[in-house]
């Protein structure tokens, strides 16, 4: 079984950077690819971004297109998420999933394990 646990989460403000990490506690190659999800108060959870462990591409939802930037390091089974030009609107509990790639491209998965998700807040 997969575990994942989240971290580097805090309070920014807009226009700042902060990068998320994603541990996993042991590598499984039936979970080929790895996903950011964010889910802000009052509203589901959405898509931000997806990475295939063996060939490293990516998938990005277009609110964060040209802002964040998602990275993978099989040796430490780590997956980050550098977040740049933060806006108050990326404010959201963000988590870390794995799952079965099921299109390359664009990528996308189905993901059917999940970390406990760790807050970003962006103030104006």
């Known amino acids: 079984q997969v575990q994942l646990a989240e971290s580097g989460g805090g309070l920014v403000q807009a226009g700042d950077s902060l990068r998320l990490s994603c541990a996993a506690s042991?590598?499984?190659?039936?979970?080929?690819?790895m996903g950011w999800f964010r889910q802000a108060p009052g509203k589901e959870r959405e898509f931000v971004a997806a990475?295939?462990?063996?060939?490293?591409?990516?998938n990005y939802a277009d609110s964060v297109k040209g802002r964040f930037t998602v990275s993978r390091d099989g040796a430490k089974n780590t997956v980050d998420l550098q977040m740049n030009s933060l806006k108050p609107e990326d404010t959201a509990v963000y988590y870390c999933a794995a799952g079965v790639r099921i299109a390359v491209a664009p990528l996308r998965a189905r993901f059917d394990y999940w970390g406990q998700g760790t807050q970003v807040t962006v103030s104006s």
């Open positions: 990475i295939s462990w063996s060939s490293g591409s990516t």
């Open positions: 042991a590598r499984t190659f039936s979970r080929n690819v």
